[in-house]
């Protein structure tokens, strides 16, 4: 799986090797940072050589999420600008073996990402990296629109609720009409739904709204049902991505999210309100 073809001899044009992932979803805080943590991180334990960028200029959080926000000195802005390489600007991870964090510029100017010095990053690394997972800021303006112009793969990190429905649906339209591969008239973007804080016993009493539904809004492929969880702000806080913590619903729930995302069949666990006690297991209960 992890095999690279060398490029072809007497090639001229940048070949792009490494698969760009983009972690996006319209409306903010829904979980593009824990995801792209949790994505990139599990893509690095299965052996690829991964890169987490965070696009999300001005606000970094990617490297508080995964505990390297000390170690940081260059950002993705320095080397657009040439301030700093690549090699200067990314940090290995401390505790993935194959994970690299190009952390956000904390300047306030929200153009500092220019789409020439974004191409240009991009290709560098793709001659080295398997996997390069961009994590979008929030919205669906320019940044938001930076961030997955580049992308082969996009998951759009959905809750269940109408308002984050509603902007994903408008992602999709931007994912389907302003990305590279729809401008060079290849395959479109790939894009995979990813529903995160999930909260079973809240859709039982209506509150929310069900996988179901939300997959009959955005007719695109489930790729993970990651549950409403104390752990994931708790792995947030020790600057851990919960995908680390395998004892935790969510730490399971993005390991099989990244399973699928490579193409394996996995059945999806934690859609139910869980039920107590031995007797129902018993009796043939989830
Ligand atoms: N499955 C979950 N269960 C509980 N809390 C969660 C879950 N996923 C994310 N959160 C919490 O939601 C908040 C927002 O998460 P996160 O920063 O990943 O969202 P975001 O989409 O990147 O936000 P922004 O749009 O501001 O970049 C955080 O406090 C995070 O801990
Ligand atoms: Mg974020």
Redesign the pocket.
Known sequence: MNTREPAEAGRTEERVLAKIIVVT?G?????????SAAIGTGLALRGFKTAIIDF?VG?R?LDL?MGCERRVVYDFVNVINKEATLNQALIKDKRTPNLFILPASQTRDKDALSQEGVQAVLNELSRDFDYIVC?S??GIEKGAQMALYYADIAVV?TNPEVSSVRDSDRILGILQSKTRRVEAGEEPVQEHLLL??YNPARVQAGEMLSVQDVEDILAIPLIGV?????A??KA?NQGMPVILDQETE?GQAYSDAVARLLGEVVEHRFLEVQKKGFFKRLLGGK
């Open positions: 979803s409306k903010g805080g829904v979980g593009k940072t824990t995801s999300d606000l959080n999420i994590d800021p929030a990190v995160t804080r990651i549950p409403e969880s104390e994931v702000l947030s969510a």
